[in-house]
């Protein structure tokens, strides 16, 4: 079993700033994607960033310059730093984990990000 905690999130202005963490306990493995994706309300579910544990890492089009995925394998743990919120950034975040090579996936219990004014 795989579990993730996730701490951060909340409420900011737009053009604020926001940290989200995602750390991972359990039967992990050495190789594994890791990584954030967001579900704004009515919406489905996308992919925000994702990360290998090489350090290859993708975004969504939309955070590209703005948010920032790292990662520390020693700890498990994956970050996201947003910068330059907008409302549209509006979500609930969970965090993701995929196992490799076996491609079964873990997710978070989702932390509420809001960009209002």
């Known amino acids: 079993q795989v579990q993730l905690v996730e701490s951060g999130g909340g409420l900011v202005q737009p053009g604020g700033s926001l940290s989200l963490s995602c750390a991972a306990s359990g039967s992990i493995g050495s190789i594994y994607r890791m990584g954030w994706y967001r579900q704004a309300p009515g919406k489905q579910r996308e992919l925000v960033a994702v990360?290998?544990?090489?350090?290859?890492?993708d975004y969504i089009d939309s955070v590209k310059g703005r948010f920032t995925l790292s990662r520390d394998n020693a700890k498990n743990t994956v970050y996201l730093q947003m910068n330059s919120l907008k409302p549209e950034d509006t979500a609930v975040y969970y965090c993701i984990l995929i196992r490799l090579p076996q491609r079964d996936d873990y997710w978070g219990q989702g932390t509420q990000v809001t960009v209002s004014s």
């Open positions: 990360s290998t544990n090489i350090g290859n890492i």
